[in-house]
């Protein structure tokens, strides 16, 4: 059975997802839709997709998917999630899910009450040096983990090919501290509290370029997520992420060359669990490139009913409170009780 699927929004990151639905067996792309229409237009051209609109409403009407794929920006996600509900099986949203809880609990309740599955393009738990650590702690190879880092430090130039990153005023922790978030309730264990500091390191971008944030788990573990898009590093990073995670058992640590060493009752072992390059893809941006396959997989799976959205909707509204919680803790240099947490509206 072909699962027939269409795409809205045309943007820098788009092409990654269709280059991973070309890949996936069974998956046909029928029509995409940019408000720009020469954008639109060139990207069915490139991908050899047959129509191309600037209304994703008409799109949606007349297409009839069974999933569609939202690629646009966060301002948009809620308008486009319940207009599309009603009118497909499976919705894709890309992170950040949306820019105010209020948005993204609603976005739940309309596709709670359609009947459609949320899931959030969330890749950074589906790259392959995560899944693995993920098999890993699964196993118990950790024991009970008591403490974990996550850091993502590079001064690649990312404002080139996504120059709004530049202009907006909440820049890192709603970009990849939303990733770091979700790595850590994925692999730790829900978060109950947080506390942040914050820099503006780079004099041209508008919002915070750099955060350490400190995440207390339900179990008793910590974890300590920082991010830094202006570390002088040679060669930089960018786009790895490198951990460090303890357990009663073992440690593993995941470094910025894919070794991951597992420390252990009978020594320390280390394995390369480097992603593979996609035909279509190059380094550094591989490892990216593979873990959007790895969840478009997962999303055919869920359509299939071989799966459970991860994360769902409702899952990543708890990451999304994590990310917007952090910005009041780092203005009031105060530690959050997430349970207790509440938007200010």
């Known amino acids: 059975m072909t699962h027939l699927g269409v795409l809205i929004g045309c943007g820098f990151f788009a092409t990654n997802h269709l280059h991973a639905w070309a890949e996936i067996p069974n998956v046909d792309i029928v029509a995409v839709c940019d408000l720009d229409e020469k954008k639109a237009r060139?990207?069915?051209?490139?991908?050899?997709?047959?129509?191309?609109?600037?209304?994703?409403?008409?799109?949606?009407?007349?297409?009839?998917?069974?999933?569609?794929?939202?690629?646009?920006?966060?301002?948009?996600?809620?308008?486009?999630?319940e207009m599309a509900a009603p009118h497909t099986r499976l919705l894709i949203c890309q992170k950040p899910m949306a820019n105010t809880l209020a948005d993204a609990e609603a976005m739940v309740a309309a596709t709670d009450q359609a009947g459609t599955t949320l899931l959030i393009h969330e890749n950074f738990?589906?790259?392959?040096?995560?899944?693995?650590?993920?098999?890993?702690?699964?196993?118990?190879?950790?024991?009970?983990?008591?403490?974990?880092?996550?850091?993502?430090?590079?001064?690649?130039?990312?404002?080139?090919?996504?120059?709004?990153?530049?202009?907006?005023?909440?820049?890192?922790?709603?970009?990849?501290g939303l990733h770091l978030f979700d790595l850590t309730r994925h692999l730790v264990?829900?978060?109950?509290?947080?506390?942040?500091?914050?820099?503006?390191?780079?004099?041209?971008?508008?919002?915070?370029?750099?955060?350490?944030?400190?995440?207390?788990?339900?179990?008793?573990?910590?974890?300590?997520?920082?991010?830094?898009?202006?570390?002088?590093?040679?060669?930089?990073?960018?786009?790895?992420?490198?951990?460090?995670?303890?357990?009663d058992r073992g440690t593993i640590d995941l470094d910025e060359e894919y070794r991951m060493t597992v420390h252990g009752p009978s020594g320390r072992k280390t394995y390369d669990v480097e992603a593979a390059v996609p035909g279509w893809g190059e380094k550094p941006w591989h490892v990216v490139g593979d873990s959007v396959v790895a969840f478009q997989r997962h999303a055919v799976a869920v359509l299939e009913g071989r799966a459970e959205p991860r994360p769902s909707g409702a899952h990543n509204v708890k990451t999304l409170a994590m990310a917007l919680a952090a910005y009041e803790a780092a203005a009031a240099n105060t530690v959050i009780d997430l349970d207790r947490w509440k938007e200010a509206r």
Request: charge should be negative; proline fraction near 4%.
């Open 42 to 81: 060139a990207t069915a051209s490139r991908f050899g997709i047959e129509k191309a609109y600037t209304d994703a409403a008409e799109m949606v009407a007349a297409e009839a998917p069974d999933f569609v794929d939202i690629a646009t920006t966060a301002a948009s996600h809620r308008t486009l999630v």
């Open 189 to 247: 264990g829900e978060a109950t509290t947080l506390s942040c500091r914050t820099q503006r390191l780079n004099p041209d971008v508008n919002g915070e370029d750099a955060f350490t944030v400190i995440v207390g788990h339900a179990g008793g573990a910590t974890s300590v997520l920082d991010c830094s898009f202006f570390s002088k590093l040679t060669p930089h990073r960018f786009p790895q992420t490198t951990a460090w995670i303890e357990g």
């Open 125 to 176: 738990r589906w790259q392959r040096p995560f899944q693995e650590i993920a098999r890993r702690i699964a196993a118990g190879e950790l024991g009970n983990i008591h403490f974990a880092r996550f850091s993502f430090r590079h001064s690649y130039d990312n404002y080139a090919n996504q120059p709004y990153l530049a202009q907006i005023e909440r820049f890192a922790l709603m970009d990849v």
